[in-house]
């Protein structure tokens, strides 16, 4: 773990397990031995880059799985907070 530039110096910098990275890659390469990690991801600690490695190899019950992930609410124009 070291400094750069997005961090203050003195501060750490937490890099996800190798087998998150790992999981990810093979979901992005449609390899299926993925599908049980990356669903443990989608459940505990959801990322953009997870979400898409399952999207890439899911199938009917994954699709549904993705669906069922709650949306953050964001603003739109028009719309009252």
């Known amino acids: 773990m070291g400094h750069n530039g997005d961090t ?3 501060e750490v910098v937490v890099e996800p397990p190798a087998g998150t990275k790992t ?3 093979l ?3 449609r390899r299926n031995e993925a599908r049980p990690r990356l669903i443990r991801l989608l459940a505990n600690t959801p990322s953009p880059e997870a979400i898409d490695a399952f999207a ?3 199938d009917d019950d994954g699709v549904v799985l993705l669906g069922q ?3 953050p609410v964001t603003a739109r124009p028009g719309l009252r907070p």
Do not use: V
């Open 23 to 25: 999981a990810c890659a």
């Open 69 to 71: 992930r709650p949306q």
């Open 56 to 58: 890439r190899i899911a």
């Open 27 to 29: 979901g992005g390469m």
């Open 8 to 10: 203050r110096p003195g």
